[in-house]
Nanobody
């Protein structure tokens, strides 16, 4: 069973930085896509940044130039480096990966448990 465990959230002042991590464990044969989502109180979950295998990287317009998504394949960890944080970035952040566990199986979406990011003076 695949598990995604997030870390790195917290309270930061406007203009500050945080780095979120999402460690994947379990049986992983292939990963087709990976990304970070966020959900603020009273709002729908939105995609913040994603990597589609093949190299395409997408960012939400409001974070482009401030956030960077990356992955270390050696330790199966996905990162989101967040710089120049703004109060409107406050939300619970979730990682997501579409993973094929075995060569004979289809792929499934897996989610991290969520980590709170609060940007406030």
């Amino acid at each position: 069973q695949v598990q995604l465990v997030e870390s790195g959230g917290g309270l930061v002042q406007p203009g500050g930085s945080l780095r979120l991590s999402c460690a994947a464990s379990g049986s992983i044969h292939n990963i087709y896509s990976m990304g970070w989502y966020r959900q603020a109180p009273g709002k729908q979950r939105e995609a913040v940044a994603s990597i589609i295998i093949g190299g395409n990287i997408h960012y939400l317009d409001s974070v482009r130039g401030r956030f960077t998504i990356s992955r270390n394949n050696a330790n199966n960890t996905l990162y989101l480096q967040m710089n120049s944080l703004k109060p409107e970035d406050t939300a619970v952040y979730y990682c997501n990966e579409n993973i094929q566990e075995h060569w004979w199986s289809g792929s499934n979406d897996y989610w991290g448990q969520g980590t709170q990011v609060t940007v406030s003076p």
